[in-house]
């Protein structure tokens, strides 16, 4: 028992460094010393989960709830395990479990509603939806941390009050962590500033996606550029280009929050633009070390990260107007025509056909590719609906996994919908997605979580989306970028003006080509993809912002006004 204490302490010793691989170890030995403990078995998978080997994960997780069936955590931890690998039937059956030993634990509630909500299995769904919301507010008005966690609050309800509150608090544990860190102070005095880039998607993710040409435009005369890459390399295209966008790029992948946040000062950044916030296997606890003297949240998190290191969130008037300042605890910067950057010129693949596709020839094709828990139930009743007033319709969804395919077309029946008129795509690489998308006649967008990537993907293939605006960032999302791309008519503000210019635009053949000509043409010059433009936005922000630090004023709301004219190309690093 003494080897198995003395190997478990390391474990963890291990974990609060980052170290994954030698905490793995030794918990592995831990187990092998005492292969009849569940807590030991837990505390594997929660350092595979943290690896991403969560189907490692699963069997460390499914052995603790043999060795003890009625842990609720056990049976939580293996349900969120087996979600990842989208192992669904089983992630359900073993959720089910958990709550029932632990009817009003918060962190199996969110556990429940996410896994559902990837699965597509919406019965019962909003009741676990709304003991969530009132068991996690209830939590944090006790001065406990938040059992939802922020990504959850931000995309899976459309109340920015709820997404501030557990966005806060989750903060609020970092800052703890992290100790009292003051800010240093601003040094910078002349030549250039230097922008340092954090993220942990450089590569063949949505966020490389987006910024795969932006770094290149930034004016050098004013500004050097670090690139700060949490994620290892991955080989892609993109990531060379990123990489070779940047005047400086620095991997840190392998270093700890301590040694991630030395290496940040070391490169001398101004201002540290977190473009990650609190997504799937974020680094927070580097912005609570405060790396740098500005600290700002943009682009891949949608919302506030409610956190007081960071000073500003860079978004639109759209998605972060003022009136929603009471929702951020960052001072709002609003870019003039949207917030999100974009890839002008992508890769795009062989041409395809509908044939090759199993699209038929002669319908109107409806495409939803967002991602399977964006698809909620209100949303999908309203593309029923759609195609129940477009008999000659058909709906295209990415298929997520295996369950969620099957318990679409089992709602679509319900709702009198032909199962015939679903049609599921695979998942694709990039090139061959951005192929077959043109093949769709229009987009249909879902309505808590707006299809981010997703959209603009739709948008540069000619494809015109239907939106609504919702009531925070991420369901507003999509108007912002149809705004961009000068069809902002096509943004509804409730369901019943939504279903009617869906339906409309669905029966309205000289329209939808209207549109695709439109974007199609518009490629080099539309505001949503022009790169140069954006960087030039982005740019006064930064030098506003610097202006307010270099006075020792503390952040403010800062409105970017739209820049005009040709811009400098040759200030540029060119790729």
Not at 101 to 106: K, N, Q, R, S
Not at 342 to 359: I, K
Not at 535 to 549: I, P, S, V, Y
């Amino acid at each position: 028992m003494t080897a198995v204490r003395g190997w478990m302490a390391a474990g963890r010793q291990a974990l609060a460094r980052g170290d994954h691989a030698r905490a793995i170890a030794a918990f592995e030995q831990a187990a092998d010393n005492n292969p009849d403990h569940a807590g030991v078995f837990l505390a594997l998978g929660r350092a595979r989960i943290l690896s991403g080997a969560p189907g490692a994960a699963a069997e460390a997780f499914a052995r603790a709830s043999e060795l003890e069936p009625g842990n609720a955590e056990a049976w939580r931890a293996l349900a969120e395990a087996l979600r990842f690998v989208d192992r669904l039937d089983e992630a359900l059956e073993a959720i089910g479990r958990a709550v029932v030993l632990a009817p009003d634990d918060g962190r199996v509630l969110a556990q429940q509603v996410f896994v559902a909500q990837r699965a597509c299995a919406w019965d019962g769904l909003e009741a676990a939806r709304s003991r969530l919301a009132a068991v996690t507010v209830a939590a944090i008005n006790a001065g406990r941390p938040s059992p939802m966690r922020p990504f959850m609050a931000a995309t899976c309800f459309d109340d920015p009050a709820l997404a501030h509150a557990v966005a806060r608090s989750e903060s609020m544990v970092q800052a703890r962590r992290a100790g009292t860190v003051e800010a240093p102070p601003w040094r910078h005095r002349n030549g250039p500033l230097t922008i340092g880039y954090l993220s942990a998607g450089f590569g063949a993710h949505p966020t490389g996606h987006l910024l795969r040409g932006l770094f290149g435009h930034h004016d050098r005369e004013r500004f050097r550029i670090v690139g700060l890459a949490l994620n290892r390399d991955d080989g892609s295209q993109f990531r060379r280009d990123i990489a070779a966008g940047c005047d400086a790029f620095i991997p840190l992948a392998g270093r700890d929050n301590r040694a991630a946040a030395a290496a940040i000062g070391a490169a001398g950044v101004d201002i540290l633009i977190d473009l990650h916030g609190w997504l799937q296997n974020h680094r927070m606890a580097i912005m609570a070390r405060r790396a740098a003297p500005v600290q700002v949240s943009w682009l891949g998190f949608p919302g506030t990260t409610g956190a007081p290191f960071i000073d500003w969130l860079i978004g639109d008037p759209v998605v972060s107007p003022p009136s929603d300042q009471r929702h951020f605890t960052e001072r709002l910067v609003r870019l003039p025509e949207t917030y999100q950057a974009n890839d002008p010129h992508p890769q795009v693949g062989a041409p395809t056909s509908r044939v090759e596709q199993g699209l038929p020839e002669d319908a109107v094709v409806m495409a939803c590719f967002n991602v399977s828990y964006k698809i909620d139930p209100a949303s999908f009743a309203l593309f029923c609906e759609v195609l129940q007033r477009t008999p000659q319709a058909v709906l295209w969804l990415l298929e997520t996994n295996p369950t969620a395919r099957a318990n679409l077309i089992a709602a679509a029946t319900r709702a009198g919908i032909d199962p015939a008129r679903l049609v599921f795509a695979p998942f694709a690489a990039k090139h061959d997605h951005l192929s077959r998308l043109g093949l769709a006649d229009l987009a249909l967008d879902t309505g808590i979580c707006n299809g981010h990537t997703t959209t603009t993907d739709a948008l540069w293939a000619g494809v015109p989306v239907v939106a609504r605006r919702g009531r925070h960032f991420a369901s507003r999302v999509a108007a912002s970028l149809l705004g961009a791309a000068g069809l902002g008519d096509l943004v509804a503000d409730d369901e019943s003006a939504w279903v009617a210019l869906a339906g409309t635009l669905a029966g309205d053949a000289g329209r939808r080509r209207a549109c695709r000509r439109h974007l199609l043409e518009g490629r080099d010059s539309l505001a949503l993809f022009d790169t140069a433009r954006l960087a030039r936005h982005l740019e006064a922000a930064f030098l506003a912002m610097a202006g307010l630090a270099r006075a020792g004023i503390p952040a403010q709301p800062i409105d970017v006004a739209p820049v005009r004219g040709p811009y400098r190309k040759d200030a540029t690093k060119r790729l």
